[in-house]
């Protein structure tokens, strides 16, 4: 045997030619045109399933019936036409074709359109080694490799199948159960705006032909596949009869907006249209070219029901065959062909249509195709230029769809294909042996949330390709995924000639109408690693997309869980014409990102599948998103702005142009996502079309309601009720983000000091870590001076913080905040952390205030005032951070302020307040002293006496208290400018209420909160109560508390029916991480709940026994919490008349027991009334949420019904007429439970009813 090793510029590719040949008697050759059956065409008889035929250069074999070879190797012609027998058929182990060959299937003038073709490789051995001859004598040996069909060697594929439409869409919508859909003959594929059969195409499907619906929902299992039995054209529709009922509707609508305006919106001047309809594609074609069923790894649609695994976890089973097309391959031709069974699992280079590092392949297409049940990827272009592929219909696929491998394939066109189910592959999917069709790091590098699901229907690796008019109807992954490498991978990273190409810097070529539903995710940005010469913490100084603003034009995502996540810093992602619908985000703005010209539908009018689906508008995570002359329908009850997380905060989205829907979509625009002090994004209005229905205006935003952010004392207007935090506050205010850097080192973290921040109203927060990479943030008011303390000191020997501060949609170093560093002006100073340069000292605090660079003042008092500019580079770059400080004196003595009163820190709901302080400053005067409630201004008194809530003042905010802790805070101004403040934190209860109050304070002062029966850990309330904080306790009568040591509940416990004013006296303070509230049973002495009172929990009691408790023979009435029952005795000893209760009652003469009872029995016998909406099968209640009438079903006439609050509390009662309606218009917002006691059975029914 002679090797031979052939060299070239991509010399990486070693192909070993040998003389090695298998017996004679293994092989047939075409010695004479003729057809494949005929013994007189062979040199060794007719091929068949161990016999090798080789069809010799310049013959051509005619395929004209059913045929088997061993192998077959094209150095002729290999012919497939359309005499004689119409079906027509090949199985063999794989087809190679090389030397000049031809496999030729029908002709481009001249198609395969009569009869049918199948070509079945059955090579199932994926460690297989091949020795393939050529017409010069020598063999080409091929490691590692079966059922494929290979060209390569000048060999060439011409496939010319039925010039079948690929896809249309539904006319109108196809219901449950529909034998029939009704779909367009004609739609616009060429993206002109008309419809012309002669460039769009026309509909010519024929019965028996397999199609699929796609989903009309977010998931995309919802689809339909059925074969047509029937067909009538409509003229501009065409009438599908399908061979069994729809599973699912499936939605037909181009829906259209902008005709009726809200009252108050500006006019935009035109109308906007989203097309909802289903598409609807073709499955089968008359060529198929497949692998064998065997090797199918699911019963249905992806289930993987028949994978078998081998080690490590990869595929044994899922062989198929594939088709690769070699560099040195003729030119490729493929239209009209079915790929089915094809792929190989988890096994790279084995896909279904594969060009393999071909390099420039101007003149080859894949076109009107599909390719169904893959078991790996669809199609891939691999280190490949100038293809086309087009009118692709991709169902089933495991893994990518239209993939794009090693970051260096260019100029290719991708024109109007779809994808269908599209099967995520990733170790943590939901289905077992995922992992075994894992091929690459693109299968798993940034999978993590349903943002980022890296399984993709277009997965980009260079965006220098063309993507026009493709759709996604149906993945578990991500629609489209640009994932640029920084070098190239895999076979191109071996190339010399790509040593020095940067795939992330090609600018987008053409993006132009792509559509993207029923996917997790609809687009992503996000890349793999960083350039070698560094690109920053999240891409931005990297020169992605080559600096050059990508413009994604005419995009449309509807039905996905997030529709936009593009993750790159250096560039701004443009998406104009931009269309959106039933997203449950239609962006996720991680990077900044311009929306123009868009239509935003959050809920689709017509559409009823996602009606209980939660859709929202844009989710400010850490991008920075301008939306331009958008029109928005469909707003809900959620909000159009989420304010999200993410560990870098740009402050500040921007809109301008906005126009509404009739459909009260304006009116919800300023609802609100709850935020604290860590996710502050104000969305600032250009033009004043957001804010101005709510007070706004030009140059206003829209914030979220928090003690941290409103200040009335700066314009600051809600939108909402007081207290309304889900509600968008209005200001003039724009915000900034103070942050630390991330960090998965605890070491970092622990060298910090611990800081508090308080604003300028008086709210204190701790400036502490938020996650597990060790950030710390905080959004402020660009412009604002903030106080940082030091409770434990500052070290400067042994510790440090680094700081930056952000606001991406303003360039750099226009905005600032200044912050006061209380008592550090002595030990530390400010300076640039990456480059030492310590900041400019000023000798003013006003030149501070006028300083537009990074600065600091070093006050008398020693308080040190730093003024931090905005960043506009890096997220996680231009730090500054601390050294120890000049000396110098402090020239100034702080003021000193307490509070004379209130001395009586427990207050009662009504009260009003009267608070006085004392000021006095050593060294100069008092210039002013400030009352501060929960953070907001009262008054500033100018002169003493400093008082607030006296006769004659006007003091709103003390006056008629609600329930609840408040924080008083009085800060005193000295002439020098120096602070001091004093707190003091009081509490108003209700005397009556029937709810458990905490304090973290002894004597029932500090923070607190309210909880009613239930189960409660500390750490799932960390915004209502904290961890290890409990101090004192305020018990209602008729409650048990149950103090645990520890969450879970566990631990040691402590048990009160009373209240605690300090838990100091039960060695329980600041230790309690869970409690338990339950209601006892009460007992009182007069009607009405009135008169003596005591409670009981489970037992026997005799009231004799408890004289100086409760009185023998004088119980009037009784309240009995859901959960239990009473038994009432009128003799101890319980003996005599008995009466049972499961609820309160008001009067004991109504069941004739008043001033009779001598002992009590109380069981707990389990919720009667728990969290099902109907706990018997029978009854029906409509509707349910109700605004006031409730109907009911199959309940007896006559029947005794009453209605209870969720804490057991019977609020009305009734009879069941013969209108079988009740109304409870009169009742709360809330949830009920209903009571029907059956007129015939005696027995109950219990339901749950939400009162709207």
Partial sequence: MKNFIFKSSWSFILIFLTTFNIT???????????????????????????????????????????????????????????????????????????????????????????GN???????????????????????????????????????????????????????????????????????????????????????????????????????????????????????????????????????????????????????????????????????????????????????????????????????????????????????????????????????????????????????????????????????????????????????????????????????????????????????????????????????????????????SAFWIANAGNDYIGNVVAGCEGSGIWFGQPALPRGAAGKIAEYANFRPRETPLANFDHNTVHSSVTGFVVALRGNAPDGGGAFGEKERTFGNIDPVYKNLTIYLTRIGLYPLVSNVRHTFTNFKAADNNFFSWDSDPNLIKDALLVIRSRGNLNERNKEVTGLALYHGNTIIENAHIAGVGGRFFVAQGGGNRVRSGAETEGLSYENDGSYSKMNAAQRANHLSIRDVYDRDGTLTSRFGGGPGYSFAPLDPWTFDSSLGDKRTGSTNDQFKSIVTKQRYVNLETPTSSNPTRENKRPKVTITSPQGVTIDFKKRNEFNQRRVGLK??????????????????????????????????????????????????????????????????????????????????????????????????????????????????????????????????????????????????????????????????????????????????????????????????????????????????????????????????????????????????????????????PSGYKVTLYLHGGPSGRTLVLTRDDGCLDNNNFNNITSAIKVERQVRVFGGCAFSGTSASFGEGTFEFKEFTAKFPNDRLSSLSVPNGYKVTLYEHGGLSGRTREFIADDDCLQDNRFNDLASAIKVEKIGTTRDNNDVLNASISMYPNPTEGLLYFENVPLESTGFVYSLNGKKVMDFIVDENYLIDISGLAKGIYFVNIIDSESLQEIFAKVYKE
């Fill in 782 to 1035: 660009a412009g604002a001076e903030y106080t940082l303390r030091f409770p434990e000191g500052f070290n400067i020997d042994t510790q440090d913080m680094l700081l930056s501060l952000h606001q991406w949609s303003m360039p750099s170093n226009t905005v600032g905040v200044i912050l006061k560093l209380v008592d550090q002006a002595n030990n530390i100073k400010p300076r640039n952390y990456q480059t030492k340069q310590v900041f400019s000292k000023l000798n003013s605090l006003g030149a501070l205030r006028n300083s537009k660079v990074d600065s600091y003042f070093r006050a008398g008092n020693n308080d040190l005032y730093l003024k931090l500019m905005n960043r506009g580079e890096s997220i996680h770059g231009n730090w500054i951070h601390f050294v120890k400080a000049d000396p110098g004196p402090s020239q100034n003595t702080k003021p000193v302020v307490s509070f004379v009163s209130p001395s009586n820190k427990n207050l009662n709901i009504g009260d009003n307040l009267y608070v006085k302080a004392n000021a006095r400053d050593a060294d100069g005067t008092i210039n002013n002293v400030k009352l501060y409630v929960n953070g907001t201004l009262v008054r500033q008194e100018n002169i003493t006496p400093y008082e607030w809530g006296a006769s004659g003042q006007d003091d709103l905010l003390l006056q008629n208290l609600s329930a609840g802790s408040y924080t008083l805070r009085i800060v005193a101004t000295d002439n020098d400018g120096a602070t001091s403040e004093a707190t003091l934190t009081i509490s108003v209860v209700d005397p009556n209420s029937d709810q458990v109050v905490l304090f973290d304070g002894c004597n029932y002062s500090g923070t607190s909160a309210n909880f009613s029966e239930g189960t409660f850990a500390f750490r799932e309330f960390t915004s209502k109560f904290p961890n290890d904080k409990l101090s004192s306790i305020r018990v």
């Fill in 24 to 114: 004679a008697q293994q092989v047939t050759k075409a010695k004479a045109n003729g057809n494949w059956n005929s013994a007189n065409t062979w040199d060794n008889g007719v091929p068949n399933a161990n016999k090798r035929a080789i069809i010799s250069k310049n013959f051509r074999v005619n395929i004209v019936g059913s045929h088997t070879a061993k192998e077959v190797v094209v150095h002729g012609t290999l012919n497939v036409n359309e005499n004689g027998n119409l079906n027509k058929a090949l199985t063999t182990r794989w087809v190679h074709v090389n030397s000049g060959g031809v496999f030729r299937i029908g002709q481009a003038n001249n198609r395969f359109d009569r």
């Fill in 117 to 455: 073709f199948t070509l079945t490789l059955t090579g199932t051995d994926p460690n297989a080694n091949q020795s393939v001859p050529m017409a010069n004598g020598m063999n080409m040996d091929i490691k590692k490799n079966d059922g494929f069909l290979m060209a390569g060697g000048g060999g060439r594929l011409q496939f010319f199948g039925e010039n079948r439409l690929p896809f249309t869409k539904l006319s109108q919508t196809a219901a449950i159960g529909a034998r029939t859909i009704t779909v367009a003959n004609i739609i616009d594929r060429n993206h002109s705006g008309a419809l012309s059969a002669q460039h769009d195409g026309v509909l010519n499907w024929e019965v028996g032909d397999q199609i699929v619906i796609a989903s009309s929902a977010t998931d995309y299992t919802r689809e339909d596949v059925r074969t047509i039995t029937a067909i009538q054209n409509l003229g501009a529709n065409t009438r599908l009869t399908l061979d069994r009922p729809l599973t699912y509707m499936h939605y037909g609508e181009i829906e259209t907006y902008g005709k009726d305006l809200d009252p108050q919106s500006i006019n935009p001047g035109k109308t906007f249209s989203i097309d909802l309809r289903a598409e609807v594609a073709l499955l089968s074609r008359n060529i198929k070219i497949k692998g064998t069923e065997a090797q199918d790894t699911d019963n249905f649609f992806g289930d993987r029901a028949k994978l078998v695994k081998e080690g490590k976890g990869k595929a044994k089973n899922g062989v198929g065959g594939h088709i690769m097309i070699m560099p040195s391959a003729g030119q490729i031709s493929v239209e009209g062909v079915q790929l089915d069974l094809m792929g190989q699992a988890g096994r790279l280079g084995r896909y279904p249509f594969h060009w393999h590092v071909a390099r420039d392949r101007s003149g080859d297409y894949f076109r009107n195709s599909s390719i169904t049940n893959s078991n790996n990827r669809g199609v891939v272009v691999h280190t490949t230029d100038n293809v086309v592929v087009e009118g692709i219909v991709l169902h089933d696929v495991h893994g990518h769809g239209f993939f794009t491998e090693d970051g260096v394939e260019l100029n290719n066109k991708f024109i109007n294909n779809i994808a269908y189910g599209i099967h995520r592959v990733h170790p943590d999917d939901n289905r077992p042996g995922a992992a075994a069709y894992v091929v690459d790091e693109t299968d798993t590098f940034h999978d993590r949330t349903d943002r980022s699901r890296t399984t």
